[in-house]
């Protein structure tokens, strides 16, 4: 599932597209007609947390005021981006990749959430709603001037490229695919930088006091109206990190262990996203092991609120002890 430094880097590369119009379309998508984009002028571009918001207008104006391309994390670097980064595939990168097997068992999707394409109709943006806001769901990704390609057979022994459900030609020649996207138009981004854990308007006393309520604390951080952006490889590496176990509730821990978990879900957000453009994969220390650094075995339990989401998550009982300890722990990680 993209995280926020992967929707992060989705913005940056689509980014050059503003300005430009769309000549050609098409796609597999039969909830938004691929056609109503036709003509239409890609304006501006804004992330929040896992979402990414485009703006199009039936005319050519000028970029909305304060549409800055650059990440929060990156700018003031005037490192420049070859020709080869626009071919660079937008998905989920083979770290995240590897984290969706098919259908990934890491979270079980209450009944009528399949992660399918939602839309609230597909008329042009030509109206009050011009910005068509993507979600990346499980499987979401964007591809940029090439389409994805299969990298192993299906069930049934077929070699099955992926069909992109939105492609969008543009007047330079290059174009974008959208693949298992979830779209829909709106008349502005929603867009809270407080939230934001890679913004540099993120809120850390909001934050914190959300994290001392009395509930465990990894659903807490799983909220994206205190820590958009947020998923389930950082839930796992920043309460690692902390030294903090999955279920401990928040309003048991001290204040400087609630710092140092917001701390380590920033830092390690950043690294990850600066790592995405240097081309270095994120090094895990906890999420998908069999062994925590310190050599000790690792437990993994699908986790989650009553009638909510069930992440897997992956913990140290030894490096990670539970407050209140009054539940042996049960399920290892076979």
């Not at 020709?83 to 083979?94: I, R, T």
């Not at 979401?140 to 069930?155: L, Y």
């Not at 109206?225 to 920043?238: P, T």
């Not at 075995?297 to 009982?317: D, I, N, S």
Request: with cysteine.
């Amino acid at each position: 599932m993209p995280e926020g430094p992967s929707v992060r880097k989705f913005h940056h590369l689509v980014s050059p597209f503003v300005g430009q119009q769309v000549v050609k379309t098409g796609g597999s998508s039969k909830k938004l007609n691929p056609a109503v984009f036709q003509s239409l002028w890609l304006q501006d571009t804004q992330v929040h947390g896992k979402k990414l918001f485009l703006r199009f207008d039936p005319d050519e104006e000028t970029r909305s005021p304060g549409n800055n391309p650059l990440p929060e994390p990156l700018r003031g670097e005037k490192k420049k981006e070859g020709a080869g980064d626009q071919k660079q595939a937008l998905g989920s990168d083979s770290q995240e990749i590897s984290d969706q097997p098919s259908r990934s068992p890491e979270l079980v999707v209450p009944s009528g959430d399949d992660g399918l394409e939602c839309l609230g109709g597909d008329g042009a943006a030509g109206g009050a709603e011009r910005w068509l806001q993507v979600s990346f769901g499980l499987f979401g990704s964007i591809w940029v001037n090439e389409f994805s390609r299969t990298k192993k057979a299906n069930k049934r022994g077929d070699w099955k490229d992926p069909v992109p459900r939105l492609v969008l030609h543009f007047g330079n020649g290059g174009f974008l695919a959208f693949y298992n996207c979830m779209m829909s138009w709106s008349s502005s981004p929603v867009v809270k930088p407080d939230s934001d854990i890679l913004s540099e308007k993120f809120h850390r006393g909001q934050a914190l006091e959300a994290l001392g309520q009395e509930q465990p604390i990894c659903y807490t951080l799983l909220d994206q109206r205190y820590f958009s952006g947020l998923g389930n490889i950082i839930k796992n590496e920043a309460l690692y990190r902390a030294g903090i176990h999955p279920l401990s509730l928040g309003s048991l821990l001290s204040a400087p262990q609630l710092e140092v978990l917001v701390d380590h879900v920033v830092d390690f957000s950043a690294d990850w996203l600066q790592g995405k453009f240097q081309g270095r994969q994120q090094p895990m220390q906890i999420y998908q092991k069999e062994q925590c650094p310190a050599g000790h075995r690792v437990m993994k339990e699908a986790l989650g609120p009553p009638r909510g989401f069930q992440r897997l998550t992956w913990w140290c009982p030894q490096c990670q002890p539970r407050l209140p300890p009054d539940e042996p722990e049960q399920v290892q990680l076979s």
